[in-house]
C-alpha cells in the first residue's frame, strides 16, 4: 500500500537542522529518515525574471522533511549576494557531482567549463531532472563556445538542434502563446495519461504566469496542458478562439537516451515561477516529479506544506531582492501564508457607481488626457458611472496638504509617518479633509495611486511605507463614505523609470526602478494581509519600456499621451477584467465629454484662486461670492457628466441648455469707487481700451 505522511507529521519531523550554520554560498539542508533517505536532490537557481532563488529554497525545504539531502546553487556576485542576472556564475557546482536529481530553474545561462562539464557528467550518469519554466531555454553559448551544443538556439551542425531544451527536455523556447502578465494559466489533465503517478492527488492548478507555446518532441508523455484564462484572476474564464484550440502542453515527462548509453528521466513543466509554487498543487506535481524521475513510489497524495512564511516576489526583470545572501533565502518558521484561491481579485461596477481616484502623480496626470475614464466609461455604457479623480502630485498615503487646511493628515495618527513634513506649514483655511471629501462623493469605490513619492526614501525609508500604508488601507475599510459599508478599495503601484538617458541627459532609471520594485513589492504585501486588490503596473510598464523604442515618459518618469493610452485598457483590465467596448466609434465624441467634465471638475475641487475661496483671504469678501460659485460648478460638473452618458448612447446634449438650469449666481457689485475722470467701473475688453489710451509722443 503507498505511503502517505500527513501534514502534521512532516511538521512535527524536527527541523532544527534546516537552520543551521549554512555555507556562504549555498544552502544544505541535510537528509535524514524518510522516503527520501540517502538521496540528494541538487537545485539549481539561476533566471532573470520568475524568481527561482526565491522558490527553489522553498521546495527544498519540503522536500528535506522526507530526508532527502537538499542543495540549493545560486548565481552570485562577487561578494558573494544573490543575483540572478550573472549568467556566468554557479555557486558550488561541485554539488552536481553527487547529484542523484537536478531540479532547475534556469535562463540563459553561460557557465565556466568547469560548472557545465560537471552538469554534462550528471546528464551521462542518467541523472533525473526536473526543469521548471524557463529551462527549456536554460543556457545561452556564443557559437564558437564548446558548450555551443547546449544554447537553446543551438544549430544542426551542433549535433543538438535547438539546444539542451529541445534535444534533452523535449521542447526549448517558443513564445509567449498567452500575453506576458495579463492572462493566466489553468491545468487540464491529458486524458489519456491521467493515471500517470505524478499526477497522483494533484488537483487544478492555477498560476498568473502566461502559457507558453510548445511542441514537445514526439516521445513525450503529456499529462497536463494549460487553459488560457482572460485575466490573472484564478476565477476567470478561459479566453475565447483559437488560444485554446487546442491546449498547449504545460507538463510532461520524456525518457533521454544519452550519449553515454543510459537513460535519464525528465519532467518538465513550463509553470514554475515563485508566485506560481504558492499554489499547492503545483508544488505536489514538481515533487511527485522528482519521486518519479528517482524511480520512488510515488505517494497517493504527498503533503507538501509550506516549510512558514512564503511572500513570492512578483516575477518580472531586474526585480530580485537585492543585496541578499543565500540564507536570507531560507523560509523561515512561522505559520504559513496558503494561497486564496478564492481572494477577490477584481473590482465590481454597479449601475450609478461612483469612483474616486486618490494619489499621487500617476493619477493626477491622467486629468491631462482622460483616456482612463474613458476606457472606463467606454466598456460600460449603461452603468452610468460617476469618476471623480482627487490625485494630486506629492500625497503619500498619509500625508495630502492643502494650503487651505489646518492638517495636512489624511487621516488620524498619519503624522508618525512622515516627521520630517510634520512642522507646522502655517495653512489656514475650511478646505474639507480627504474623508469629507470622499463622503461628499459618496464613494463606492476607491482606487489609490501611491508608492512613487515614497520610493525617493530608498530601502531605508520602506518600514515606514509599510506601516503608513497599512495605516491608510485600515482607516480606509472602516469608513462609511457611501453609506452602506461597501466601498472597494485597490492599490495601484507606480509605473517604472523608462531610460530616455541618450536622448534628453535624463537619468536612466537604475536606482529608481530598483527602489520602485521593493515599494511596489511592499504594496502587493500589504494588499495580501488585508485583503485589498492590488495591480502591478511596475512590472508590465518596465517590460514595455525595455522592449520599445517610443517614448511613453515625457522625462522618464511620468508618462505621456503614449503612455497613458496604453495604460488605460490595462489598467481597465486588471481591475475589472477584460471586457468589450459594444460602440469603440463612440470614443472621440466620449473623449471630449470626459476631458470637458474633468475640466469642470477641478474648477471645483481646485478652484483657482483657493486661497480666496477656502482659504485664510476667505473674508472678509468670500463669503458673498464664492459659496454660490462653487455650488454651480459643482451642478455643471454633474451636468457634464449626462453628457458623457449621453455621448455613450450616441446622443446629442445641449450643454447650453442644461447650464442654464443651474444654481444663478448672485449679482455682486463692485468695491471700486472711481475719482473723478481716474476711473470707470466698467469693465471693457483690452481692445477696445487701447483706441481710448492718450500715450505722450
Known amino acids: 500500500m503507498k505511503t502517505r505522511l500527513t501534514q502534521l507529521t512532516l511538521m512535527c519531523l524536527s527541523a532544527a537542522h534546516l537552520y543551521a550554520a549554512q555555507p556562504a554560498d549555498h544552502l544544505v539542508f541535510e537528509g535524514g529518515d524518510g522516503l527520501g533517505t540517502g538521496k540528494h536532490l541538487v537545485f539549481l537557481a539561476g533566471d532573470e525574471e520568475y524568481r527561482s532563488e526565491e522558490a527553489l529554497?522553498?521546495?527544498?525545504?519540503?522536500?528535506?522533511?522526507?530526508?532527502?539531502?537538499?542543495?540549493?546553487?545560486?548565481?552570485?556576485?562577487?561578494?558573494?549576494?544573490?543575483?540572478?542576472?550573472?549568467?556566468?556564475?554557479?555557486?558550488?557546482?561541485?554539488?552536481?557531482?553527487?547529484?542523484?536529481?537536478?531540479?532547475?530553474?534556469l535562463r540563459f545561462r553561460n557557465w565556466d567549463d568547469t560548472s557545465m562539464q560537471r552538469f554534462e557528467n550528471a546528464l551521462q550518469r542518467g541523472t533525473p531532472m526536473v526543469a521548471l519554466r524557463t529551462s527549456t531555454h536554460a543556457f545561452k553559448f556564443p557559437k564558437d563556445s564548446k558548450w555551443a551544443k547546449y544554447s537553446f538556439n543551438a544549430k544542426p551542425e551542433t549535433g543538438w538542434t535547438k539546444g539542451f531544451g529541445r534535444h534533452v527536455l523535449g521542447e526549448t523556447w517558443i513564445n509567449h502563446h498567452g500575453e506576458h502578465k495579463k492572462e493566466g494559466t489553468r491545468s487540464h489533465i491529458e486524458a489519456t495519461h491521467k493515471n500517470h503517478t505524478i499526477l497522483n492527488g494533484v488537483g487544478t492548478i492555477f498560476g498568473t504566469t502566461d502559457v507558453y507555446g510548445v511542441n514537445p518532441q514526439a516521445d513525450s508523455t503529456i499529462l497536463l496542458r494549460g487553459e488560457v484564462t482572460q485575466t490573472l484572476d484564478p476565477q476567470s474564464p478561459a479566453v475565447e478562439g483559437e488560444k485554446n484550440i487546442p491546449m498547449q502542453a504545460i507538463a510532461w515527462t520524456r525518457n533521454y537516451k544519452n550519449a553515454s548509453g543510459k537513460t535519464n528521466r525528465i519532467f518538465t513543466t513550463t509553470m514554475g515561477a515563485a508566485t506560481d509554487l504558492s499554489d499547492e498543487n503545483l508544488r505536489r506535481l514538481v515533487a511527485n516529479g522528482i519521486f518519479w524521475g528517482l524511480g520512488l513510489e510515488v505517494p497517493d497524495k504527498l503533503d507538501v506544506p509550506l516549510p512558514g512564511v512564503y511572500t513570492p516576489s512578483p516575477y518580472s526583470f531586474d526585480a530580485y531582492q537585492k543585496d541578499r545572501k543565500p540564507t536570507d533565502f531560507i523560509v523561515k518558521p512561522g505559520a504559513a501564508s496558503p494561497k486564496k484561491t478564492d481572494a477577490k481579485t477584481t473590482l465590481n461596477i454597479r449601475k450609478g457607481e461612483h469612483i474616486v481616484l486618490l494619489g499621487s502623480g500617476l493619477g493626477s496626470r491622467m486629468n491631462h488626457f482622460g483616456h482612463f475614464e474613458t476606457e472606463l466609461q467606454l466598456r460600460q455604457p449603461d452603468k452610468k458611472i460617476v469618476i471623480r479623480n482627487m490625485c494630486d502630485e506629492g500625497n503619500t498615503p498619509g500625508f495630502r496638504p492643502h494650503p487651505s487646511r489646518i492638517s495636512p493628515w489624511a487621516f488620524p495618527g498619519a503624522q508618525k509617518f512622515q516627521t520630517e513634513l510634520a512642522k507646522g506649514s502655517r495653512s489656514q483655511g475650511h478646505y474639507p479633509t480627504p474623508d469629507q471629501w470622499l463622503t461628499q462623493l459618496k464613494a463606492d469605490t476607491i482606487i489609490a495611486f501611491f508608492g512613487f513619492n515614497s520610493s525617493f526614501n530608498g530601502p531605508q525609508g520602506l518600514e515606514t511605507f509599510k506601516a503608513e500604508l497599512a495605516a491608510f488601507i485600515q482607516h480606509t475599510l472602516k469608513q462609511n463614505y457611501n453609506g452602506n459599508n461597501s466601498t472597494q478599495l485597490a492599490l495601484v503601484s507606480p509605473t517604472a523609470f523608462q531610460n530616455l538617458s541618450a536622448k534628453y541627459g535624463t537619468p536612466d532609471g537604475q536606482i529608481a526602478n530598483t527602489n520602485l520594485a521593493l515599494y511596489t513589492q511592499a504594496m502587493q504585501d500589504a494588499c495580501a494581509a488585508n485583503d485589498v486588490i492590488f495591480i502591478d503596473l511596475f512590472t508590465p510598464s518596465k517590460t514595455l519600456f525595455d522592449t520599445t523604442r517610443d517614448d511613453h515618459t515625457t522625462d522618464g518618469a511620468l508618462l505621456n499621451k503614449q503612455g497613458y493610452t496604453w495604460l488605460a485598457p490595462y489598467l481597465a483590465d486588471?481591475?475589472?477584467?477584460?471586457?468589450?467596448?459594444?460602440?469603440?466609434?463612440?470614443?472621440?465624441?466620449?473623449?471630449?465629454?470626459?476631458?470637458?467634465?474633468?475640466?469642470?471638475?477641478?474648477n471645483y475641487y481646485k478652484m483657482p484662486n483657493g486661497v480666496h475661496v477656502h482659504g485664510k483671504r476667505y473674508k472678509p469678501f468670500g463669503p458673498k461670492n464664492y459659496p454660490d460659485?462653487?455650488?454651480?460648478?459643482?451642478?455643471?460638473?454633474?451636468?457634464?457628466?449626462?453628457?458623457?452618458?449621453?455621448?455613450?448612447q450616441g446622443e446629442n446634449f445641449n450643454l447650453a441648455a442644461a447650464d442654464a438650469n443651474t444654481h444663478k449666481l448672485t449679482a455682486i457689485e463692485t468695491n471700486y469707487k472711481p475719482r473723478g475722470k481716474k476711473g470707470n467701473p466698467n469693465y471693457q475688453p483690452g481692445i477696445t481700451s487701447q483706441t481710448q489710451l492718450t500715450l505722450p509722443d
Open 574 to 602: 486588471a481591475l475589472y477584467g477584460k471586457s468589450n467596448i459594444p460602440n469603440p466609434s463612440r470614443r472621440k465624441a466620449v473623449h471630449t465629454a470626459v476631458k470637458e467634465k474633468i475640466w469642470c471638475w477641478l
Open 57 to 105: 529554497p522553498m521546495m527544498a525545504q519540503i522536500l528535506n522533511q522526507y530526508g532527502f539531502k537538499c542543495t540549493v546553487l545560486f548565481s552570485l556576485n562577487p561578494d558573494g549576494t544573490v543575483n540572478p542576472n550573472n549568467q556566468k556564475n554557479l555557486s558550488h557546482s561541485e554539488a552536481l557531482d553527487s547529484a542523484d536529481a537536478i531540479i532547475m530553474g
Open 629 to 648: 460659485e462653487l455650488k454651480k460648478t459643482r451642478e455643471m460638473t454633474v451636468v457634464r457628466d449626462q453628457a458623457i452618458w449621453s455621448s455613450l
